[in-house]
């Protein structure tokens, strides 16, 4: 069965347009709560005589000091690190009081304090780096349909695809301001990761049904819009497949890869889905779009 896609492309438009504006809402109001790796904070690094606990343990332990956010990382047999929120000297010996539970179980390694100028830098990493991916999009897709240059030129299917990466990017960035506001979840360094990673799986997605488009505009013809419907259907089987055993693995972290990885799976969650629809519903009806507004300016 054919399935006529771009006929029902202004649903999917005002579908995501919606998303993306409740999106852009959410950070006007709430904008994003940034971790410690942008803000600044405490780093305390242990090392247990024994046994080391779980990361919940270690957590439960430390349910009655306000610390916020706190982000544990095992190291080596027997240590750990913890990252929070900036502390006073007195919540740090609250904290080796209660991990230490009235005995001597713990070595202190290290303590220190991550100041704004840190996270000012990888702020400005960040923005350099996202920037310096997205050109390189263009670039690559431009060079990789060089050889189509009707009804589009190469590089329109390297904006179509940038244009895509926005909505799968501003989409989990807004469930994320959201859930800030109302649990306090923060941006950390490993939910970037995964953000950037949901560029290179939505790119990758996008690509397969432009390459399909691309073989099929040179080998078979015919109206714009049928080719890219067919190059649709006849991708449509990989894309589900790819999405569901992608989302199976990440789901799986999510619910039992600990607390440290949780955020990180729900970024690649959101992004695998907001993706996987975009390289369906949206690049591709882009593309017609901005093929028949150039038909019309031509007419004139």
Request: proline share 2%; glycine share 14%; hydrophobic share 55%.
């Given at each position: 069965m054919n399935i006529p896609f771009t006929k029902y492309r202004k649903i999917y438009f005002i579908f995501s347009g919606v998303l993306i504006l409740a999106s852009i809402i959410s950070f006007i109001i709430f904008g994003l709560k940034l971790g410690i790796d942008f803000t600044g904070g405490s780093i305390l690094e242990i090392e247990y005589n024994e046994n080391r606990p779980s990361n919940q343990e270690i957590l439960e332990q430390l349910t009655d000091i306000e610390?916020?956010?706190?982000?544990?990382?095992?190291?080596?047999?027997?240590?750990?690190?913890?990252?929070?929120?900036?502390i006073k000297e007195e919540t740090h010996q609250q904290i080796l009081e209660k991990l230490n539970g009235g005995k001597k179980i713990i070595e202190e390694k290290r303590f220190e304090s991550i100041g704004p100028t840190i996270g000012r830098e990888l702020k400005q990493k960040?923005?350099?780096?996202?920037?310096?991916?997205?050109?390189?999009i263009v670039l690559y897709i431009a060079l990789a349909f060089r050889r189509i240059q009707r009804p589009l030129r190469s590089w329109q299917y390297g904006i179509a695809s940038v244009l895509a990466l926005f909505h799968d990017i501003l989409i989990p960035l807004g469930v994320f301001s959201v859930l800030g506001k109302i649990y306090n979840i923060e941006i950390s360094i490993p939910v970037i990761t995964a953000l950037l990673a949901v560029v290179g799986y939505s790119v990758n997605n996008t690509v397969v049904?432009?390459?399909?488009i691309r073989e099929n505009l040179l080998k078979r013809?015919?109206?714009?819009?049928?080719?890219?419907d067919r190059s649709l259907n006849q991708t449509l089987a990989r894309q589900i497949n790819t999405a569901l055993t992608t989302l199976f693995v990440v789901l799986a972290i999510f619910?039992?890869?600990?607390e440290t990885l949780k955020y990180f799976a729900?970024?690649?969650?959101?992004g695998i889905i907001a993706g996987t629809y975009s390289s369906i519903f949206l690049a591709s009806p882009i593309l017609l779009v901005w093929f028949k507004w150039r038909q019309k300016r031509h007419k004139y």
């Open positions: 610390l916020g956010t706190v982000f544990i990382q095992p190291t080596d047999e027997k240590g750990v690190i913890l990252r929070m929120k900036d960040t923005k350099i780096v996202i920037i310096l991916v997205l050109l390189s049904v432009f390459d399909r013809g015919g109206l714009f819009g049928e080719i890219i619910l039992f890869g600990g729900l970024a690649l969650i959101l």
